[in-house]
Structure formats: C-alpha cells, structure tokens
C-alpha cells in the first residue's frame, strides 16, 4: 500500500524525540503474488536510536519479509500497519525516499551488476542520499554539494577513510559490484555501503550468511566500527554465533509472522542451547531444538565426509556437479526417508566424486528405506548393489532381472531388449514421435 503521498522535508530535521525512534505498530504483510497468505500477523516494534536489536526465528517466520516490507520491497504488500520514523509512516513512502530518510537494507543475497565498479556504485548511491538531504529533489549535480553532489577528491577521501576502517584493499574499489565475489566480500561490500552513506537506521538482512568464522569476525567488526548513539540497529540472525561479536540491547524472537519472546541477550544463547519451550523449537509441534540440530547436522556431515564450512554456504552457489550431488545426499540424510527417488544421482560425476556420492547412498540404506535409482550407466551399480534392475522404454517396463541385467546393457546396448521385446528398432529410431518426445526429456 505504498501510495507515496508523503513528500520529503526540504533539509534534514533536528533530532526531535520523535526522530530517534522508529516505531512498528500491527504491521500486517502478505505477498503481492499471493495475498492469501498472511506472513508477518502483527508486529509491534519501537527501536531507538543507539539500539541494536536482533530479531531471530525459523526459516519461513518472517525475518526477511520484515526486512523487505521495512524497506518497500514490490513483492510484499502492506495490509495493514504503520511503520512511523522522523514524523512519517514511511509506507507511505517509495523505497528510493526511504532510503533518502535514512534507512537502509543490507540484503541476504546482494546481487552483482557486472561493469559497474564499486566506487562508482557507491557513489552514485551517496549522491542519490544526499538529495534528500538538500534543498529541492531534482536532478544531481555530481560537482556540486547544494546539489546532492560530492567532489571527486572527497569522495575518493570518503572511500579511503572506510575502506581503512573495514580493512579493505584499495583494489576492492575498482572490482565489479559483486561480480566473482565470495560470500564473505559480498558483505563486506554491504558494510562498506553502510559506511559511506551513514545511515541512521539499518536493516542487516542476515549478514552473517554463508560466512567462514574469519569472514564472520571481519564483517561483525564492519559493524562495531559503525555504531554509534545516532544509529539504531535491526539485526536478522538464525545463529546465536554472530550475537558473540555483536552484542544486542535485545532479542525478539519471530514465530508464524508474531514475536512471540523478547529479552536480552540470554534469550539468543536460550535459543542456541535448544533450551526450551519457544514454539518454533518445541519438538511436540514439529519442531527441533537448535542444539539437538547442530548435532544431527555435525553426524551427518561426518557420514557423508563433508566439511564443516558446507553448512554455511548458499544453496548450490558456486557448487560443482559433485557438490551439488552431495548436498542432496545431506538432504537425504537428515531428512531420513521411507522412499528416495534418485534422478541420475551419478550425472556429471568424476570418478572420485562418483565413488563419494555412491558411499553416501551406501551408508544410509537400511531395511526401513525402499531406494528408486534412475541411472544410465551400469558404474554407478559397481558401487550401489541393486537388487532388481528395470528397462524402461518408450514408456514401459519392458524387461526386469538382477544385476547381471545392467551388465548385459552396457555390453550390448538396448537394442537386442527391444527386439526381445517385440519392437522394430529402425522403424523406433526413425519414428518423428519418439524424436519429440526426447526433446522435451531434453
């Protein structure tokens, strides 16, 4: 419901009481593609300024829909609520003017935007905020500061000074914006936005995503270096580790689109120990506690011999065919089926991945988990024993047997099975239907 009605002030206000608070009251969102399901169910929030505030739930309660709707996001709709900072309810407002009031968004997943560099990026992002800040809302003149502009030469000082407070090499100014980062510099480059445009509210979309314990230091550092009592804080987190670094005024726990639990600190480690009665980790409502998690977690990785930091890393991002390959084996083993259905699990498999990914299969078979494996190659079966072997072709069943079936297949091809069949194999071959059919496997 964002109607932009509201108009800008011609220049930044004096702190009032009033501008140090960012105040959520009954915020109602649902999806723009799907109104019909209602996400966040309520929210009261008042966060000052000076304030770090962690917000923390399960996947699915709400975090980023808040952080999204917060900032005008088109793919969530606003059904009812007020969000009221400097005077305004900023929903009514377009993102871009949100933005210009002072509030930001460090994203889960930044995107890249090739060709463009950082410096330039940023830039232009201080000059579109500064506009806000000046007289009028018209065009920017890069040149001159009465006009949302800032000269090169201090700009280029801007960058230096922030680039030394994050720890930044120089070169990282003249990368593409995001292009061949890792996931570490991605956020990185999100601290470094938030400190060149000094804003006073910021929204940290869980920025400890996908981080090595190195990276999650560096980045937690980002952070520290900038607040500051005229800048408040909504930190979106799953884990209690980044809260080690960041030390919160207060912790909201999110559940079904409500916080359900506030309190300090001691509410995150409450959450990471897995000690109790919050609904999202009451297992008699489907749920599992976070320590009885990162146990499950840490013996399934050891059967499937991943590394630790697999856990962290976005899903299938930069993943080679083995990895993803892998991941599924994990899915598969936390998930601990009745019935698994693999579709080509060797497809795209080097040796040793292969040997790997079949190990993986290997260790979770047991008498209570029923396996269909879609393969076209008979390796895979020199590590996974089948116990039956089917031909499927054109659409039937048509021979069935033991191992030695897909023995056969790799010696003499399929030929001599559809001939045994019954089939006329030059007339199938040339058949205009069975070519369209492949196409759309294909």
């Known amino acids: 419901m964002t109607n932009d009605t509201a108009t800008m002030p011609a220049a930044a206000p004096q702190d009032t009481a009033d501008d140090r608070e960012?105040?959520?009251?009954?915020?109602?969102?649902?999806?723009?593609?799907?109104?019909?399901?209602?996400?966040?169910?309520?929210?009261?929030?008042?966060?000052?300024?000076?304030?770090?505030?962690?917000?923390?739930?399960r996947n699915g309660s709400g975090k980023t829909t808040l952080a999204y709707a917060l900032m005008g996001h088109p793919a969530y709709e606003i059904t009812s609520g007020e969000v009221i900072w400097k005077g305004?309810?900023?929903?009514?407002?377009?993102?871009?003017?949100?933005?210009?009031?002072?509030?930001?968004?460090?994203?889960?997943?930044?995107?890249?935007?090739?060709?463009?560099?950082?410096?330039?990026?940023?830039?232009?992002?201080?000059?579109?905020?500064?506009?806000?800040?000046?007289?009028?809302?018209?065009?920017?003149?890069?040149?001159d500061a009465t006009k949302g502009g800032i000269k090169m030469g201090e700009f280029r000082k801007l960058m230096r000074e922030k680039m030394e407070l994050l720890h930044l090499d120089d070169s990282f100014a003249g990368r593409y914006v995001n292009e061949g980062f890792s996931g570490g510099e991605k956020k990185r480059l999100e601290m470094l936005q938030m400190a060149v445009l000094e804003p006073e509210f910021a929204i940290l979309d869980e920025t400890d995503s996908g981080l090595d314990i190195d990276a999650l230091r560096i980045v937690a550092e980002g952070v520290n270096a900038q607040l500051n009592p005229n800048l408040g804080v909504l930190l979106i987190t799953h884990y209690q580790r980044l809260l080690n670094y960041i030390t919160p005024d207060y912790v909201h726990v999110l559940a079904h689109g409500r916080i359900i639990a506030s309190g300090g600190k001691d509410l995150a480690l409450r959450l990471e120990e897995g000690d109790g009665e919050v609904d999202p980790s009451d297992a008699t409502k489907g749920g599992i506690k976070m320590g009885e998690f990162r146990r499950l977690m840490r013996e399934k990785m050891e059967l499937l011999h991943l590394d630790d930091s697999f856990a962290g890393r976005y899903v299938n991002e930069g993943f080679s065919g083995g990895e993803k390959k892998r991941l599924e084996m994990l899915q598969m083993a936390i998930l601990e089926p009745e019935f698994a259905i693999l579709d080509e699990t060797d497809s795209g498999l080097d040796i040793d991945a292969l040997r790997i990914v079949a190990e993986g299969v290997n260790a979770q078979l047991s008498p209570d988990m029923g396996v269909l494996l879609i393969t076209h190659y008979q390796r895979l079966l020199n590590y996974i024993k089948p116990d039956r072997v089917h031909v499927l072709a054109h659409g039937r069943i048509i021979a069935s047997g033991g191992k030695e079936l897909a023995l056969r297949l790799e010696d003499e091809g399929y030929a001599p099975l559809l001939e045994e069949a019954g089939f006329d194999v030059e007339a199938l071959d040339e058949d205009p239907e069975i070519e369209h059919l492949e196409e759309l496997e294909d």
């Open 22 to 57: 960012l105040v959520i009251r009954d915020l109602h969102v649902v999806p723009t593609a799907n109104p019909d399901i209602e996400i966040l169910r309520g929210i009261d929030l008042e966060i000052r300024k000076g304030e770090v505030h962690a917000i923390m739930g």
């Open 88 to 143: 305004f309810n900023v929903l009514d407002l377009s993102p871009d003017k949100r933005a210009r009031l002072g509030l930001f968004l460090a994203f889960q997943y930044p995107t890249a935007v090739p060709g463009l560099s950082v410096a330039s990026f940023l830039r232009t992002a201080l000059n579109a905020r500064n506009r806000g800040l000046e007289e009028g809302d018209g065009e920017v003149d890069p040149s």
